[in-house]
């Protein structure tokens, strides 16, 4: 390893074997504890740590094949320079002093016309809170770059809870095994939250009920002794209508609600409006299963018995996704359930994570400047936008890392035409040459979980986890954090911020003034460490709002001149309301990718085998439509060819194109994305990936084309 490396002073990689602690980086509320085995220098096996709690040893189908990812023959493990036209994927190697000192030069011009026409483009690649925002976020501080709103995963739902709850928090995922109902809603658990489905099964086998709330009879869904089949975008609608069933049966904790919620009366006024018969018109499902669903929720409250609700970030990828997550949040408080450590609900954890991110990322290297905000769902838009006023410089340089964004951002024929932009100097921190990579004019290589240092919180557990290194970096591939810090040195910045090793990096993340919120030492002996966080948090109350209550009101929202209370608010592209494109699609992460990582591992895409659009039998009938027809999925966005399965996971008037594919394995080198929009959400400026109406039409077979 080249010693210009300053990841720690005191780790060598020569021969090492044995097995080493680490943490998957991934996206995924299951943030697993790792154990890898080394022999040789060489990571052989990664097995997911029988001494952590919550991995209980096993690990999903992807993070098991974690070598193959890292020693896969694609790596990128020499910086890269294109040779050919923007896009055409064509480079040549070059050395790191070359790619550093010319990215630094092409910078540093730009910076001395207006630095804000440099944005930084990144998201979850790694969960690391040192890999991602720490060297980076100094980095760009002290350039004085456009900030990035980083919001298009999980905005809205945070933001409904932070108006509701005080906060990203709520039950301990544990605690899941002892609830008497379940709901799971917005969640492919099995898929996404693997390790949270154990928990559901051993309460099953203590004869709780569980019921799924999906449009898509996803493989949770068909296990679970009922699945509710609700339209996108409707989650607020059935939300308000169990609140109207539990105050027309009484099913309310009146003494929890007198004590620790606000905005009763007006919230009973609201969810009086919404009785069965409307909730079954708006969600598409029969009134009886309003009914059923309250009162299975509401008899759990008579019985004195918990009832769970695990929500995740699916059913808020729509506009209304804000005011749902808010109408669910309300749930609990009605009847009390947050009294058990066992009831309540639970969307992240992440809350609970005592980060100190203003030592992490430096806000004060800013020195007074506020630059600009540019959202990173609209860079489609705004790569394509010239100076203005309104907008700040046209932006001339951007730098991705941990992100995919012509694979994962929406409306992307918009975000391919910015990223063609010959005028445009795109840097890429990478493992592989993804879709955005092949746009790129330098691609740096990036090292891999188990070559660098870092820390994790979780938004599904509260244990935080400590990845050491395993392996040397392969090629000459180098942490994010070095790269950030070799360009620092190339600008001529003496800080001593951009000295700092990776390891003081991890010490610095729980570190605070008045005493580290975690034990670095517990880190280092086991890898992990548990937060101190209360079995019941809000059996007394103590919310953490401005009011200490579970707001049903909040005062916040409406002094922004919003409405106060959680309500249905409509997609922007309702079902329905189009003519022309008369199916909703949806497209859910596949099981066997992690957004658009791992689709190049060769194993795992074998089991996914090829991109498929589901749909219901009588949508294909219409359409003559059969399974394995190659269809064009299309909007006022763009089309998408996609061959098609015929599927009872489909539900008449929607559609599921599963994600997040590489456009360039796609048929005509597209992917799902095409067609997707970039408006945002009600709350939180979030992303509205399945608030999305389309048509699908079967493609004329060659052989009985018309000649023309
Ligand atoms: N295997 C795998 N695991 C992952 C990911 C992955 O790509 N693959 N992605 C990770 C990421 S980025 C995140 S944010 C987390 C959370 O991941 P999420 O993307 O939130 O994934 P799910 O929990 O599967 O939730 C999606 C589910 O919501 C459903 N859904 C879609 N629209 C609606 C709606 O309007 N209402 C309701 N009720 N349901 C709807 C979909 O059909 C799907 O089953 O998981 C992570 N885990
Ligand atoms: N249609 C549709 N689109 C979606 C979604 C959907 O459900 N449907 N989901 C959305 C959601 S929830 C999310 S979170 C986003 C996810 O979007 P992204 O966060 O962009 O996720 P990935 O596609 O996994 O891309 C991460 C990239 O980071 C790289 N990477 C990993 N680790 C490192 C590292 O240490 N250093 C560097 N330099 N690179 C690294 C990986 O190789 C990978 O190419 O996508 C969104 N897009
Ligand atoms: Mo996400």
């Not at 909703?584 to 099981?591: K, L």
Request: charged share 20%; glycine share 8%; hydrophobic share 40%.
């Amino acid at each position: 390893m080249p010693s210009s490396i300053r990841i720690s002073p005191n780790v060598s990689f020569e021969k090492a074997s044995g097995k080493v602690r680490g943490a998957c980086p991934h996206d995924c509320p299951d943030t697993c504890a790792l154990l890898t085995t080394v022999e040789n220098g060489v990571a052989v096996k990664v097995q997911g740590n029988p001494a952590h709690p919550q991995t209980g040893g096993v690990l999903c189908t992807k993070v098991s094949r974690y070598t193959e990812r890292s020693y896969h023959p694609d790596r990128i493990l020499q910086p890269l320079k294109r040779v050919g036209p923007k896009g055409s994927g064509k480079f040549e190697t070059v050395n790191w002093d070359a790619a550093l000192g010319e990215i630094a030069g092409r910078l540093q011009a730009i910076a001395q016309r207006n630095p804000e026409a440099i944005v930084p483009y990144s998201y979850a690649g790694t969960m690391g809170l040192v890999q991602s925002e720490s060297m980076a976020a100094r980095f760009f501080n002290k350039l004085g770059a456009s900030l990035l709103e980083r919001t298009i995963c999980s905005a809205a739902g945070g933001e409904g809870l932070v108006q509701t709850l005080g906060g990203k928090v709520g039950m301990k995922v544990e605690f899941f095994a002892e609830a008497k109902l379940i709901l799971i809603w917005g969640s492919n658990s099995i898929a996404s939250n693997l390790h949270f489905w154990r928990y559901v099964q051993e309460a099953k086998r203590q004869g709780a009920k569980i019921i799924c709330i999906d449009p898509r009879r996803t493989e949770t869904a068909e296990k679970c002794h009922e699945h509710i089949a609700l339209r996108p975008g409707t989650d607020a609608a059935l939300a308000l209508g169990l609140m109207h069933e539990l105050i027309v049966n009484d099913w309310l904790d009146h003494a929890y609600i007198e004590s620790h919620t606000i905005g009763w009366p007006l919230l009973r006024e609201r969810a009086l409006l919404w009785n069965p018969e409307r909730v079954a018109e708006v969600c598409g499902i029969p009134a009886e299963q309003v009914r059923s669903l309250a009162r299975d929720y509401g008899q759990c409250f008579a019985k004195g018995e918990p009832a769970a609700i695990r929500l995740n970030y699916g059913m808020q990828r729509v506009h209304g996704g804000g005011n749902a997550t808010r109408a669910v949040a309300c749930l609990p408080a009605l009847t009390g359930a947050w009294r058990h450590r066992a009831g309540g609900m639970l969307l992240s954890s992440s809350g609970t994570v005592p980060v100190n991110r203003a030592a992490l990322q430096r806000p004060d290297l800013l020195a007074g400047r506020q630059p600009r905000l540019l959202n990173m769902i609209s860079i489609g838009d705004d790569l394509l936008r010239e100076s203005s006023a309104a907008f700040g410089p046209k932006i001339e340089a951007l730098i991705v890392y941990n992100s995919n964004p012509v694979a994962v951002a929406p409306e992307s024929g918009k975000v391919v035409q910015g990223f063609a932009r010959e005028d445009l100097f795109t840097v890429v921190l990478e493992h592989f040459q993804t879709d955005t990579a092949d746009y790129a004019d330098f691609i740096l290589p990036a090292t891999t979980q188990l070559e660098h240092w870092d820390v994790h919180g979780a938004y599904g557990h509260t244990d935080v986890l400590l990845n050491q290194p395993a392996i040397a970096p392969v090629g000459q591939a180098r942490p994010n954090t070095e790269i950030f810090r070799g360009l620092a040195a190339r600008m001529g910045w003496t800080e001593p911020c951009f000295l700092e090793d990776d390891e003081t990096l991890c010490r610095t993340a729980f570190s605070h003034p008045d005493g580290d919120r975690v034990d670095f030492n517990e880190l280092l002996d086991k890898g992990f460490a548990t937060l101190p966080v209360p079995d019941a948090p809000f059996a007394e109350g103590r919310f953490p709002t401005p009011s200490g209550k579970c707001e049903f009101f909040s005062a916040r929202l409406a002094a922004q001149g919003l409405d106060g209370l959680p309500n249905h608010v409509p997609n922007h592209e309702a079902a329905g309301s189009s003519a022309s494109y008369p199916l909703a699609m949806i497209s859910p992460p596949a099981r066997n990718f992690l957004n658009s990582s791992f689709v190049n591992v060769k194993s795992l895409r074998d089991i996914e085998s090829e991109p498929v659009l589901e749909i219901h039998a009588d949508d294909a009938l219409a359409r003559g439509i059969s399974t394995g027809t190659v269809v064009k999925v299309f909007n006022q966005r763009g089309n998408y060819r996609v061959k098609a399965e015929v599927s009872a996971r489909a539900r008449p008037g929607v559609v599921h194109g599963l994600g997040i594919w590489w456009r360039k394995l796609g048929l005509d080198g597209t992917n799902v994305n095409q067609l997707t929009s970039q408006q945002l959400t009600d709350l939180g400026h979030g992303p509205v990936f399945y608030d999305c109406l389309v048509e699908v039409q079967a493609e004329v077979q060659a052989d009985t084309a018309p000649a023309s």
